[in-house]
């Protein structure tokens, strides 16, 4: 699970579903394996969504930031 910049979570499983604040499913992200294990943005400006999955890793350029842990 991660959270973007505006507040999305980013939920894994079967791909990658994006809540709102409201817990609106807003978006889908699918991976085309069994299943999802685990989701976080990274890479300099944290701008790339890393998933990894049953079989590979991905990393996907995104058009918004991951939230600044500090």
């Known amino acids: 699970m991660t ?3 505006q507040g ?3 939920l894994t499983g079967k791909g990658v ?3 709102d604040l409201e ?3 807003i978006e889908h992200i ?3 394996e069994p299943w999802t294990a685990n989701v976080c943005f990274g ?3 944290r701008r790339t969504l890393f998933i990894t999955a049953s079989k590979s890793f991905y990393g996907l350029q995104m058009k918004v930031k991951g939230v600044d842990s500090q």
């Open 23 to 25: 817990g609106k499913q």
């Open 8 to 10: 999305n979570v980013y």
């Open 43 to 45: 890479g300099k400006d």
């Open 3 to 5: 959270i973007d910049e």
């Open 30 to 32: 699918d991976v085309n």
């Open 17 to 19: 579903t994006v809540f």
